[in-house]
Each structure stands twice: as C-alpha cells, then as structure tokens.
C-alpha cells in the first residue's frame, strides 16, 4: 500500500521549513530547506513517498510553488487570512507553522488560492508595472506645474503638456532662474520617457496571440476601454472559477461587509479583502463609462436621484463587472438585450 505524505512549508526569503506528516498526522520528518531552486529541487528529488505540499501565499511563494510543483502529487497555496482565522494561536514559529499547514493539508481544511499559471502571471507583472510607470508620469507632469507656479509663471493647465506648448514655454520664461529651467527640462523628458515605456508596455500586452483577441471582446463593451479589459483579463484568468457573479463582485472589492447575528443584519463598508487592482480599474472605469454605455448612464442617475454620487460610481462599477463576466463566460462580443427577449428569459426561467 502506498503511503502519502503531506508537507506543510513555512516560506521565507532566505529559507524554507517544512514538516512531512502521515495521514494521521504522525510527524516524519522536519527541517529547513534553504530558499533556492537548486537546494529545492534536491530536497524533492530525495522524497521516497509521493507527497502532497501546501504553502501560505507571501512575497516569495510563486517561484518556490513552480520549482516544487512538478515533484508533488499535489501542491496548494493557502489564503493567508482565512488560515490565520483557523489556525490562531499564541505561539508562532516557523516550525509550529510548517505544522500547522500541514494538519490544515491532510484534514481538508486548507483555504486553497487560485494560482494563475506561469505565462500569465508574467504578462500580470507587466500590467501591474504599468500602473507604477503611469504614477511616476502623473508625479513629473505635477511637478512641472508646481516648478512653474513656484516661479510665479503663468500657463495654460489643458496644453501645458503638449510639446509645442511647453518647448514655446520654455523659451518665453522670464526671470527664472537656470536651475529651475534645468528642472523643467528633466522632468519632461522623464515624463515623455515614462509615457512612452507605458505605451510599449500596453502593446505588448495586446500583442498577445490568446490576450489581444480576449482583450477585444471585453472592450466591446461601451465604457470599457483597453486598460479596464486588461486588468480584467489578467486579474481574472479563468473567468469559469467565479459560479455566480456575486462571488466575482466580492472578489473586486464591490461588496459591503456583513456582519449577521441572531437575525440580525450589519453592513459595513467595502470589504478591504478584495483584489485591489481590479477594484481601483473598475471604480475609475465608472466614473466616465456612462458617457458612453446608455445602460451605465441609468444605473448612474437611478442612484444619483438617491444623493448618492459615491454610491452611484459604485452601482456602475458593479454593472461594468457584470458585463465584463458575461461577456467573458460566453467568449462572445457584447450585445444589448431586447425587452422583448429579456421577458422572454424570465419567463421561462419561472416556468
């Protein structure tokens, strides 16, 4: 009979320590694995048992679940806040954690993460480094307008970051010192250098043989641009994980808290536990959608009637969410529904 082990590791940046377990939670063996692939792989290939792995998400957990996922029978990432909610506990070290993961693994109550695979979690990466690229370009294109007003020089806010505008500026300045003017220089042509690394960045991604063509089918949406179809894309993955779109809303961020208790209901704020970079594009999204979608638009004056401007970006952020599920899910461009034909779903769904 085959004996199955199960491994809890407790990753670090440095090191790795681990607790091999029996099914009935027999402890065979402990140890510490230093953190590189090398040292991983040799560790793995020594194992005598098939074994199945489990590791808290951190940092340092995505390349270390790559070098030890083609060796394990089966090998998880937990959810860090949902194991520290089942596991609590006074003491806590590295070993005590390697165990406490691995009784989670071998008692089927490991709070497993959905893991993207390699490819896409690169092209994430790239995304993701866009919005930092995107920061610093806002960052010098301020710091031009404040130069200028330190100075006391008058400018045009809508052209000040057109070339021509801002080359014909810098000639007509007066009574500024070298050093300022320096400045000005430096920070144009780091913003033009960040904007043109964001550009690059976006077509690459488009680019994509399975990306771009996905990308085009949620942008078919009206309000839904490229960077929101992006995010989605690469935020979601598999878009077939989410059964009902409530899940996906409290994935993005766009739930309320619920705190419910002898019958009793209490709804908080957002939920913080949420996909940060989706809920950011998806908020931003709905404050100019409207303009474009007729749908988006309602949903936005039904709550801006209520006083609720906040509340109404986000009704439409949850809208746009809806959109961009459905649309993933069918794998077909958007299309609006007739009245006629929405009736029609509905009655046969009651019947």
């Known amino acids: ?94 070993k005590i954690d390697a165990r406490t993961i691995a009784d989670l693994l071998r008692c089927d109550l490991l709070p497993v993460c959905y893991v993207a695979p390699p490819e896409m979690r690169d092209l994430r990466r790239l995304l993701r480094y866009r919005v930092l690229v995107v920061r610093e370009s806002v960052r010098m294109k301020n710091k031009i307008a404040g130069l200028l007003m330190e100075t006391g020089t008058p400018f045009n806010k809508e052209k000040l970051h057109g070339k021509k505008y801002f080359a014909q500026l810098l000639k007509d300045l007066q009574e500024v010192p070298e050093s300022v003017q320096d400045l000005l220089r430096l920070s144009r042509s780091s913003m033009e250098m960040f904007e043109a690394a964001q550009k690059r960045l976006v077509q690459r991604l488009l680019a994509h043989p399975e990306l771009g063509p996905r990308v085009e089918r949620l942008a078919s949406i009206p309000g839904v641009g490229p960077i929101t179809a992006l995010t989605w894309a690469l935020e979601i993955i598999d878009p077939h994980r989410f059964s009902s779109c409530a899940d996906v809303l409290s994935y993005c961020g766009l739930t309320a808290a ?47 009637e209520r006083g609720h401007r906040n509340r109404a970006s986000l009704a439409v952020a949850r809208k746009i969410a809806a959109y961009l599920l459905s649309v993933d899910k069918s794998g077909l461009p958007f299309q609006v529904r007739s009245p006629v034909l929405a009736d029609q779903a509905t009655l046969q769904k009651a019947g």
């Not at 694995?33 to 074994?51: F, S, T």
Request: aromatic share 8%; net charge positive; with cysteine.
């Open 258 to 304: 619920l705190k419910s208790s002898a019958g009793k209901q209490q709804r908080g704020p957002i939920s913080k536990q949420r996909n940060l970079w989706l809920q950011t594009t998806l908020i931003e999204a709905a404050k100019l959608a409207p303009r474009w979608n007729p749908q988006l638009a309602a949903v936005h004056a039904r709550e801006l």
């Open 1 to 94: 009979m085959t004996v199955t082990h199960y491994i809890g590791f407790d990753v670090h940046k440095k090191s790795v320590s681990f607790c091999i377990k029996t099914a009935d939670g027999e402890i065979i063996e402990e140890g510490t694995i230093l953190a590189q692939r090398d040292a991983l792989r040799e560790w793995a290939r020594q194992r005598k048992h098939p074994w199945r792995g489990a590791m808290e998400a951190t940092l340092f957990s995505a390349w270390i679940y790559d070098t030890l996922k083609p060796y394990a029978e089966q090998l998880h990432i937990g959810h860090p806040a949902r194991m520290k909610a089942i596991s609590a506990g006074k003491k806590k070290t590295d």
